[in-house]
């Protein structure tokens, strides 16, 4: 998929003044933000599990070559195929000649973020085969020819007359609209065919599990279940992060990661795939593939800044509890990933130039480090992109800021630094700033401090000083 | 170089290192415990089951209602045939699958759906499951009405059943019919997924470890179509469990 973070603003502005989106992305909050608390309420040992899961992580990303390795032989070993793919391109190329090569017709996808990476559907269409989301939320979005609003709720977006324009072909604008049972009851309808007539699937990864060679996948639809129950070939995708070592881990991540996500204490269905199916099995894929990509992710894995970002689960209880993705919404961050997380790994998997106001996007409140079910600690990590793109701290590449606001911060940093610098500068902007003043606030400042003035209001230091003030009153005291 | 040998070395080498090391010692993880551990929970797990089923099957019957289960406790096999053959009347069912777990022969699940009136089949190729026969079994399940299994542990934490598929259980039985019946025994009740995965590890560990596993927590459900939740949209709209309880 290619990035569109340089439009952040004008997507941003667009959704702040959309009522229809505002109120659609309340569910975000009214259901998944408090779903998550309360799940989290009710669960008596709840930071010791997200400090587990945080270990977890920490441990794994921390050996992950020991871990890739040890989970390709026993992919392999299970009777299953692997390919390591350096990124979306090399990966895309896998699935499309996997598929040509097994003359496959039909593929279902089930949803997956890395596939959205590989921008995988269109590819397998465009070569031709057919390619069906099975997700419902992706399946809505792949109709309107959408990319995805948040992780888990694709279509959390769309109002349901909007779906039903898409999904009920009797729908005609003002008759009365469907309501949800009926219009996911149609999804059903057309989606039953396809599941049936599948001969491949492709599936993102919840958890690989090293030691087993196993893949673990979490769906309240079903639909991972059908894509690793029907087609013959069954191929999931992973971020090379999506490792923990032991079966017996599952326990903790499946805890939290369901939590976080829904606030559900268990989704319907989890489904562990260990390869492809035993001979005297009913059923199932005749071949499993995993393909674990990288896509830049060796950037956030160098960098030690970033790393922690890699401990990511993508629940997307950041994005739920975060004040401007609920304004802004999911595609004003340009990429696969919105969101706080997406705020971070976007830059550096991208180009931090183009996605700077990405990391700006933040009121730094830290309702994204209290939601993470690993505890990642995001908005250090804003602030440290945020210093790069002005300081161009790695590379000078990175630096978007100007040299007037350069020199403009500079010199404030000089005139903060003395007691006379600092006394000057208050005569100078109480000389030649307040008469330009409204009640207090300059709204139009002039150069150099315009730029900041074209987007908020400017504040004024006071008639007096409160060093002056202060001795005056001292003066007073004595006489 | 190897697409794995070259993605690897430069994995490593973002990590800062110029080989790969095996990982320290960490608790955290339960990578380092030896099978013994895990045998030892999952053997504990299994004698509570036993010595505790009565209050492991409250919590469960509790766990289960809450997230969508329609449950019945019931204290015989008659009963729990009784309830079969009701469901299987209520919905007008023409077509029934069941695996072949035991505790469905106990309950004499097959003269409960043939007094329906339905039409029983079951999921069993007896090894002979060559392409054909699996696209007929296929297109069975797709089109039948109900699907009954057993359950081959459940977890009171969640209200969980799970399921390995496996010769005699096809993954679809509890997946494409409209209504599933899981029949469930006590004595088959864990605490809770630390148990469950403990016995993963051993069976793991032990060369055992089966080729899939589903853990099923009700009916399938969307919250797709402005946060509402709908049952039903890929797999069975209605999921009941019955629980056979001793007299």
């Given at each position: 998929?290619?990035?569109?973070?340089?439009?952040?603003?004008?997507?941003?502005?667009?959704?702040?003044?959309?009522?229809?989106?505002?109120?659609?992305?309340?569910?975000?909050?009214?259901?998944?933000?408090?779903?998550?608390?309360?799940?989290?309420?009710?669960?008596?040992?709840?930071?010791?599990?997200?400090?587990?899961?945080?270990?977890?992580?920490?441990?794994?990303?921390?050996?992950?070559?020991?871990?890739?390795?040890?989970?390709?032989d026993n992919v392999e070993k299970n009777g299953g195929s692997v390919f390591f793919a350096a990124d979306a391109a090399e990966a895309r190329k896998y699935v499309l000649d996997?598929?040509?090569?097994?003359?496959?017709?039909?593929?279902?996808?089930?949803?997956?973020?890395?596939?959205?990476?590989?921008?995988?559907?269109?590819?397998?269409?465009?070569?031709?085969?057919?390619?069906?989301?099975?997700?419902?939320?992706?399946?809505?979005?792949?109709?309107?020819?959408?990319?995805?609003?948040?992780?888990?709720?694709?279509?959390?977006?769309?109002?349901?007359?909007?779906?039903?324009?898409?999904?009920?072909?009797?729908?005609?604008?003002?008759?009365?609209?469907?309501?949800?049972?009926e219009l996911t009851m149609m999804a059903r309808e057309k989606l039953r065919g396809v599941f049936e007539r599948a001969d491949m699937s492709v599936t993102g990864v919840n958890f690989a599990v090293a030691e087993s060679g196993s893949i673990t996948l979490v769906t309240n639809e079903g639909n991972g279940r059908m894509s690793t129950t029907v087609p013959r070939v069954h191929v999931a995708v992973m971020g090379m992060e999506k490792i923990i070592p032991s079966i017996q881990d599952l326990s903790t991540m499946l805890r939290i990661l369901i939590r976080s996500a829904t606030g559900q204490r268990i989704s319907s269905y989890v489904t562990m795939v260990n390869g492809p199916r035993k001979s005297d099995e009913e059923e199932g894929p005749e071949e499993f593939?995993?393909?674990?990509?990288?896509?830049?992710?060796?950037?956030?894995?160098?960098?030690?800044?970033?790393?922690?970002?890699?401990?990511?689960?993508?629940?997307?209880?950041?994005?739920?509890?975060?004040?401007?993705?609920?304004?802004?919404?999911?595609?004003?961050?340009?990429?696969?990933?919105?969101?706080?997380?997406?705020?971070?790994?976007?830059?550096?998997?991208?180009?931090?130039?183009?996605?700077?106001?990405l990391p700006a996007a933040s009121s730094l409140c830290g309702a994204c480090h209290d939601?993470?079910?690993?505890?990642?600690?995001?908005?250090?990590?804003?602030?440290?992109?945020?210093?790069?793109?002005?300081?161009?701290?790695?590379?000078?590449?990175?630096?978007?800021?100007?040299?007037?606001?350069?020199?403009?911060?500079?010199?404030?940093?000089?005139?903060?630094?003395?007691?006379?610098?600092?006394?000057?500068?208050?005569r100078l902007s109480r000389l030649f700033l307040r008469p330009m003043a409204r009640n207090g606030w300059l709204k139009k400042a002039p150069p150099p401090i315009s730029g900041w003035t074209s987007t908020r209001d400017f504040p004024l230091v006071s008639s007096s000083s409160l060093k002056a003030r202060l001795n005056k009153r001292s003066k007073k005291a004595k006489s | 170089m190897t697409d794995r040998a070259k993605f690897i070395a430069n994995v490593t080498s973002a990590l800062g290192r110029t080989e790969v090391i095996a990982p320290p010692r960490d608790e955290s993880t339960a990578a380092f415990d030896d099978v013994e551990t895990a045998r030892a929970v999952a053997d504990r797990a299994l004698a509570d089951a036993a010595s505790n089923a009565v209050e492991l099957t409250d919590r469960m019957a509790e766990a289960a209602s809450t997230i969508g289960w329609k449950v019945h406790r019931v204290s015989n096999p008659e009963n729990a045939a009784?309830?079969?053959?009701?469901?299987?009347?209520?919905?007008?069912?023409?077509?029934?699958?069941?695996?072949?777990?035991?505790?469905?022969?106990?309950?004499?699940?097959?003269?409960?759906?043939t007094s329906s009136g339905a039409k029983l089949g079951v999921t069993e190729h007896s090894g002979d499951n060559n392409e054909t026969k699996i696209?007929?079994?296929?297109?069975?399940?797709?089109?039948?009405?109900?699907?009954?299994t057993g359950a081959d542990y459940a977890i009171a934490e969640t209200?969980?059943?799970?399921?390995?598929?496996?010769?005699?259980?096809?993954?679809?039985?509890?997946?494409?019919?409209?209504?599933?019946?899981?029949?469930?025994?006590?004595?088959?009740?864990?605490?809770?997924?630390?148990?469950l995965f403990a016995h993963e590890r051993n069976d793991h560990m032990s060369g055992n470890l089966a080729g899939s596993m589903n853990l099923i927590s009700g009916p399938s459900k969307t919250a797709d179509i402005e946060g509402t939740t709908v049952t039903g949209i890929h797999g069975p709209l209605e999921v009941h469990l019955i629980i056979l309880e001793n007299d």
């Amino acid at each position: 998929m290619k990035p569109l973070t340089t439009s952040f603003r004008t997507k941003a502005a667009e959704t702040m003044v959309d009522e229809q989106v505002l109120q659609s992305l309340e569910h975000v909050y009214t259901g998944f933000f408090k779903g998550r608390l309360e799940a989290a309420g009710n669960t008596d040992n709840w930071e010791e599990l997200r400090d587990k899961g945080k270990a977890i992580k920490d441990h794994t990303i921390a050996h992950l070559d020991y871990y890739l390795g040890q989970l390709a032989d026993n992919v392999e070993k299970n009777g299953g195929s692997v390919f390591f793919a350096a990124d979306a391109a090399e990966a895309r190329k896998y699935v499309l000649d996997l598929a040509h090569a097994r003359n496959i017709k039909t593929v279902i996808k089930s949803k997956s973020m890395v596939s959205e990476e590989m921008a995988l559907a269109q590819a397998l269409i465009d070569d031709g085969i057919e390619a069906v989301e099975t997700d419902l939320g992706e399946y809505i979005i792949q109709l309107s020819d959408e990319t995805p609003y948040h992780l888990i709720a694709p279509a959390v977006h769309k109002s349901r007359k909007e779906v039903a324009e898409l999904l009920d072909d009797n729908y005609v604008e003002g008759d009365p609209v469907p309501d949800a049972t009926e219009l996911t009851m149609m999804a059903r309808e057309k989606l039953r065919g396809v599941f049936e007539r599948a001969d491949m699937s492709v599936t993102g990864v919840n958890f690989a599990v090293a030691e087993s060679g196993s893949i673990t996948l979490v769906t309240n639809e079903g639909n991972g279940r059908m894509s690793t129950t029907v087609p013959r070939v069954h191929v999931a995708v992973m971020g090379m992060e999506k490792i923990i070592p032991s079966i017996q881990d599952l326990s903790t991540m499946l805890r939290i990661l369901i939590r976080s996500a829904t606030g559900q204490r268990i989704s319907s269905y989890v489904t562990m795939v260990n390869g492809p199916r035993k001979s005297d099995e009913e059923e199932g894929p005749e071949e499993f593939h995993l393909v674990i990509m990288d896509n830049g992710r060796q950037k956030l894995l160098a960098d030690e800044q970033m790393r922690e970002s890699l401990n990511c689960i993508r629940c997307g209880a950041c994005l739920n509890a975060c004040p401007v993705y609920r304004k802004v919404g999911g595609h004003a961050y340009g990429w696969v990933y919105p969101g706080p997380i997406g705020a971070i790994v976007t830059p550096v998997l991208t180009g931090l130039k183009d996605a700077a106001n990405l990391p700006a996007a933040s009121s730094l409140c830290g309702a994204c480090h209290d939601a993470c079910p690993v505890k990642i600690n995001m908005p250090r990590m804003l602030l440290e992109l945020r210093y790069r793109t002005a300081e161009g701290k790695t590379d000078k590449d990175e630096r978007t800021s100007t040299t007037r606001e350069r020199t403009v911060w500079k010199a404030w940093r000089i005139g903060m630094m003395g007691r006379k610098r600092f006394d000057i500068g208050a005569r100078l902007s109480r000389l030649f700033l307040r008469p330009m003043a409204r009640n207090g606030w300059l709204k139009k400042a002039p150069p150099p401090i315009s730029g900041w003035t074209s987007t908020r209001d400017f504040p004024l230091v006071s008639s007096s000083s409160l060093k002056a003030r202060l001795n005056k009153r001292s003066k007073k005291a004595k006489s | 170089m190897t697409d794995r040998a070259k993605f690897i070395a430069n994995v490593t080498s973002a990590l800062g290192r110029t080989e790969v090391i095996a990982p320290p010692r960490d608790e955290s993880t339960a990578a380092f415990d030896d099978v013994e551990t895990a045998r030892a929970v999952a053997d504990r797990a299994l004698a509570d089951a036993a010595s505790n089923a009565v209050e492991l099957t409250d919590r469960m019957a509790e766990a289960a209602s809450t997230i969508g289960w329609k449950v019945h406790r019931v204290s015989n096999p008659e009963n729990a045939a009784d309830i079969v053959a009701n469901i299987c009347d209520q919905k007008g069912a023409t077509s029934v699958l069941r695996s072949t777990h035991d505790v469905l022969d106990e309950i004499n699940v097959d003269a409960a759906v043939t007094s329906s009136g339905a039409k029983l089949g079951v999921t069993e190729h007896s090894g002979d499951n060559n392409e054909t026969k699996i696209t007929e079994s296929k297109s069975a399940a797709f089109s039948a009405d109900i699907g009954i299994t057993g359950a081959d542990y459940a977890i009171a934490e969640t209200g969980t059943i799970v399921l390995h598929p496996r010769s005699g259980l096809s993954r679809l039985v509890s997946l494409a019919p409209p209504t599933h019946i899981a029949v469930l025994r006590p004595t088959e009740i864990i605490d809770s997924l630390d148990e469950l995965f403990a016995h993963e590890r051993n069976d793991h560990m032990s060369g055992n470890l089966a080729g899939s596993m589903n853990l099923i927590s009700g009916p399938s459900k969307t919250a797709d179509i402005e946060g509402t939740t709908v049952t039903g949209i890929h797999g069975p709209l209605e999921v009941h469990l019955i629980i056979l309880e001793n007299d």
